[in-house]
T-cell receptor, first 113, second 117 residues
Framework: GENVEQHPSTLSVQEGDSAVIKCTYS??????FPWYKQELGKGPQLIID?????GEKKDQRIAVTLNKTAKHFSLHITETQPEDSAVYFC????????????FGSGTRLSIRP | EAGVAQSPRYKIIEKRQSVAFWCNPI?????LYWYQQILGQGPKLLIQ????????DSQLPKDRFSAERLKGVDSTLKIQPAKLEDSAVYLC???????????????FGEGSRLTVL
């Protein structure tokens, strides 16, 4: 089955700097890669996703890149702000089978003022 | 639009006791999921419903966990008897269902935090 590795587990960056979170997956059948943000006491919320027919996707200050050959995908946050502080989860799944979505272990991002 | 509602938010029980969690998904969402999130880990799927039928319960410890979704709307997750290792946040999520949507987005509730002493 699918296995998703995520690192780092914790990340602290200065406000205004960039943050990068990296994930690897094992199942070559996976073709949908969402990223979720979880704030304290809340459920995870989708912030961006990418499908395997696309190498990069951008939405304002966040971007995701995908390297299918290497089975890597990454989340990039530029110009970080205090409200970016949260736990971020990557995930992977064969799009046709949402029940098989596998989450990474999470990255706790802290933004230093 | 109302989000996914869950209750209770917090529950403390002793081991071997029972507990039940309730979830009301977003109106019109055919698919409902229960996830277990242990502290410091990502959510792990316990069970997925499509309307009122079970799609996947391969990760549900069926000797102690049970779930139902009557009438294809609300759902309850029950644990009986509870063990110490069941301490976690139980997240309910819903989605339109991939058959009718081109997005796989899951909408999560705020979760029910269970502490087993």
């Amino acid at each position: 089955g699918e296995n998703v590795e995520q690192h780092p587990s914790t990340l602290s960056v200065q406000e205004g700097d960039s943050a990068v979170i990296k994930c690897t997956y094992s199942d070559s059948a996976s073709n949908y890669f969402p990223w979720y943000k979880q704030e304290l006491g809340k459920g995870p919320q989708l912030i961006i996703d990418i499908r395997s027919n696309v190498g990069e996707k951008k939405d304002q200050r966040i971007a995701v890149t995908l390297n299918k050959t290497a089975k890597h995908f990454s989340l990039h946050i530029t110009e970080t702000q205090p409200e970016d502080s949260a736990v971020y989860f990557c995930a992977a799944t064969p799009y046709s089978s949402a029940s098989k979505i596998i989450f990474g272990s999470g990255t706790r991002l802290s933004i230093r003022p | 639009e109302a989000g996914v509602a869950q209750s209770p938010r917090y529950k403390i029980i002793e081991k071997r006791q029972s507990v039940a969690f309730w979830c009301n998904p977003i109106s019109g969402h055919a698919t409902l999921y229960w996830y277990q999130q242990i502290l410091g880990q990502g959510p792990k799927l316990l069970i997925q419903f499509q309307n009122n039928g079970v799609v996947d319960d391969s990760q549900l410890p069926k000797d102690r966990f049970s779930a139902e979704r009557l009438k294809g709307v609300d759902s309850t997750l029950k644990i009986q008897p509870a063990k110490l290792e069941d301490s976690a946040v139980y997240l309910c999520a819903s989605s339109l269902g991939l058959a009718t949507s081109n997005t796989g987005e899951l909408f999560f509730g705020e979760g029910s935090r269970l502490t087993v002493l």
